[in-house]
């Protein structure tokens, strides 16, 4: 999501309360919003992609990177943040949401890891954060986790009056501690994912 009259730019990294974050800025932004908080890219974007001849795909997880190829320089001008999860909880909430069947958890983060596609656009690449800020110098990240808190110092930053923050597509409840009883899936979600989860402060689960 991107708003040139307020000058920022939400990265929506899946299952990260995103769709949330759309909906109540919608009114801030030029891009397209439906009830649902469905998201379409505005003119101005779809002038720059023909300009520069670069399609536009699935606008609604576009990455740092894909915003700068758009906007060049212009885009030190934008406030950058983003949501942040713990892969502990952000992947099997991607693979419960997705609906997959006929392979397990543990084998959906191992063909993560090994780049194999499962569903479409599912990858090594597009499950983690940096893919998502790219090789962005300077961004505002929420933590899931303290979400509420982190949202009214968004606003703030923003110039923006309070907005509630709704929770959308909200699925199902996992006992994700209990996920990781499995010692199989924890060996593999640390190994694929150990070194994001210590890099953004998280903790390195171990075995009970």
Same mark, same amino acid.
């Given at each position: 999501?991107?708003?040139?009259?307020?000058?920022?730019?939400?990265?929506?990294?899946?299952?990260?309360?995103?769709?949330?974050?759309?909906?109540?800025?919608?009114?801030?932004?030029? /891009?397209?919003?439906? /009830?649902?908080?469905?998201?379409?890219?505005?003119?101005?974007? !779809?002038?720059?992609?023909?300009?520069?001849?670069?399609?536009?795909?699935?606008?609604?997880?576009?990455?740092?990177?894909?915003?700068?190829? +758009? &906007?060049?320089? =212009?885009?030190?001008?934008?406030?950058?943040?983003?949501?942040?999860?713990?892969?502990?909880?952000?992947?099997?909430?991607?693979?419960?949401?997705?609906?997959?069947?006929?392979?397990?958890?543990?084998?959906?983060? %191992?063909?993560?890891?090994?780049?194999?596609?499962?569903?479409?656009?599912?990858?090594?690449?597009?499950?983690?954060?940096?893919?998502?800020?790219?090789?962005?110098? /300077?961004?505002?990240?929420?933590?899931?986790?303290?979400?509420?808190?982190?949202?009214?110092?968004? &606003?703030?930053? &923003?110039?923006?009056?309070?907005?509630?923050?709704?929770? +959308?597509?909200? %699925?199902? =409840?996992?006992?994700?501690?209990?996920?990781?009883?499995?010692? =199989?899936?924890?060996?593999?979600?640390?190994?694929?994912? %150990?070194?994001?989860?210590?890099?953004? %402060?998280?903790? !390195?689960?171990?075995?009970?």
């Amino acid at each position: 999501m991107i708003s040139f009259r307020h000058k920022f730019i939400f990265i929506h990294i899946p299952k990260t309360a995103g769709t949330s974050i759309v909906k109540s800025l919608s009114q801030y932004s030029e /891009d397209i919003v439906d /009830d649902k908080g469905n998201i379409k890219p505005n003119i101005e974007l !779809i002038r720059l992609a023909r300009e520069k001849n670069i399609k536009i795909n699935n606008y609604k997880h576009f990455t740092y990177n894909q915003y700068k190829q +758009l &906007l060049g320089g =212009r885009i030190k001008d934008f406030f950058i943040f983003s949501v942040i999860r713990t892969p502990h909880e952000r992947i099997p909430s991607v693979y419960y949401y997705s609906k997959i069947t006929g392979v397990s958890l543990t084998s959906f983060i %191992g063909a993560i890891q090994n780049g194999v596609h499962i569903i479409p656009s599912i990858g090594i690449q597009q499950n983690m954060i940096d893919t998502f800020i790219g090789d962005v110098e /300077d961004i505002f990240l929420l933590r899931f986790e303290n979400l509420n808190e982190d949202w009214k110092n968004l &606003l703030d930053k &923003l110039n923006l009056p309070y907005l509630s923050l709704d929770y +959308l597509n909200i %699925g199902r =409840r996992i006992d994700y501690n209990n996920l990781y009883r499995d010692s =199989r899936l924890l060996l593999v979600m640390n190994k694929v994912f %150990g070194e994001e989860i210590e890099k953004y %402060g998280y903790e !390195i689960k171990k075995e009970h």
